[in-house]
């Protein structure tokens, strides 16, 4: 049967896929509209199985936060080339799941892929089937997390591939911002002592001991500068004892106690592209 153009693009607007195979999905299925639009989602999923072992080292992050400012959601959309992630297309899909997460103020990621898709019938888990189809990548959602308090901060880094939230038991106003991209650039392995992993820390311990006695320290004398090594190293690894990048001379605690007088970041989050 004859396919029209105007048929043709109308399933193009509504997918998204290529103007070929919307013509070809609209020969096989006869002109049937629904079906034109099931044969290209099957399209994706066997693309989807066919790609299943590749590597997604690109993407794109986003972090941003609810209306009241007390919720927020990050989101890494992970696709396998730069050429990809940078598309507007694929940050504008990348930004209405966001979107969902923070409407629904979501916490899973399975609970996040079964949420209808914004203006269309499907959920976020077929949308990225559909997108995987159309563009032939391997795509899927990375990095997920949700933070709530008080006040919660956000920041995107230039380029889509880092992002932070912080949270607060207190109003912090803009600063907030400060401490999130403070997050971003120093990298916290953990917000507080208390929070770092205690494997971590032991980690962190064998290798000042073992530094000082290849430096030469006696055993008793290597255990001690190993424990001084680690202190320092709580100053720089943990967030609220960093050094705060805009002043020195205080730590981010100290630095979100003068935004308010007693408030504290309570928890954050990071996600990056390598």
Known sequence: MSITAAEVNKLRKH????????KKALTEAEGDFD???????LKGQKVAAKRGDRETGEGAILASTNGAGDFGALVGLNCETDFVAKNEEFVAVAQRILDVALNGQ?????????????????????KITEQIGKIGEKIEIGSFDTLAGAQV????????RLATLVAFDANVGEGGRDVA????????????????????????????????????KPE????????????KWFKEATLVNQAFIKDGKI????????LSSGAKATGFCRAALD
């Open 181 to 216: 991209m403070q997050a971003a650039a120093m990298a916290p392995v953990a917000l507080d002592e208390s929070t770092i992993p205690a494997d971590l820390i032991e980690k962190e311990r064998g290798i000042g001991k073992e530094l000082a006695i290849q430096e030469g």
């Open 220 to 231: 008793e004398m290597a255990a001690k500068i190993a424990e001084g090594r680690l202190k």
């Open 251 to 258: 730590n981010i605690a100290q630095y979100v106690d003068s």
């Open 35 to 41: 079906k034109a639009i099931e044969i290209l989602r």
């Open 153 to 160: 901060s956000a920041y995107i880094h230039p380029g889509n």
């Open 106 to 126: 979501l916490t899973s990621k399975d609970e996040l892929l079964s949420q209808t898709f914004p203006g269309e019938s499907i959920t976020i888990a077929e």
């Open 15 to 22: 997918t998204g896929a290529g103007m070929m195979d919307c």
